[in-house]
């Protein structure tokens, strides 16, 4: 039994069919861009692999030369069979893009795409923006956190 775990174990290499990386290996310095977004239409690209996943933008960390604007929409580019199923309808998201091509954003690797659970703040409200002990859980480095830390 165990020689059968052990021979399916080196067959099967996970990181040949999935590309997504823990979070604590994000890098906000390799990141073309950084910033949260919430998600306002999810479409399938039709005879494609690809998602086109229009985010409005909330907070900016770190642009690219596409530079984005506060309340303004976009499109992004996912692949669906990487991390689609990571992408919900109305979820706001701290999204990590890993390049920008001919004026599209591509988020290739799951782990550059983390959705803010909702919580409540001190008053009982909820609230979508993380707190800077959910934040300094994500691993991400001290660039990134200091935005949480002056708030």
């Known amino acids: 039994m165990n020689l059968i775990f052990f021979c399916i174990l080196?067959?099967?290499?996970?990181?040949?069919?999935?590309?997504?990386d823990c979070e604590e290996f994000i890098d906000?310095?390799?990141?073309?861009?950084?910033?949260?977004g919430i998600v306002t239409k999810i479409e399938y690209q039709e005879?494609?692999?690809?998602?086109?996943i229009t985010l409005k933008i909330k907070e900016t960390y770190k642009?690219?030369?596409?530079?984005?604007?506060?309340?303004?929409?976009?499109?992004?580019?996912?692949?669906?069979?990487?991390?689609?199923y990571n992408w919900n309808a109305a979820g706001e998201y701290?999204?990590?893009?890993?390049?920008?091509?001919?004026?599209?954003?591509?988020?290739?690797?799951?782990?550059?795409t983390t959705e803010i659970k909702y919580q409540h703040d001190d008053n009982g409200n909820w609230?979508?923006?993380?707190?800077?002990?959910?934040?300094?859980?994500w691993g991400?480095?001290?660039e990134i956190r200091k935005k949480w830390e002056k708030d």
């Open 47 to 52: 005879g494609s692999d690809e998602l086109r």
């Open 140 to 142: 991400i480095n001290k």
């Open 10 to 20: 080196l067959t099967f290499n996970p990181a040949e069919t999935f590309y997504c």
């Open 94 to 112: 701290l999204v990590f893009v890993e390049k920008t091509n001919k004026g599209k954003r591509v988020v290739n690797m799951c782990s550059l």
């Open 63 to 84: 642009q690219s030369d596409l530079k984005l604007e506060q309340n303004k929409s976009f499109d992004l580019i996912s692949s669906i069979t990487v991390c689609g």
């Open 127 to 137: 609230v979508g923006i993380p707190t800077l002990s959910e934040v300094l859980k």
């Open 28 to 36: 906000f310095d390799k990141a073309s861009e950084v910033f949260i």
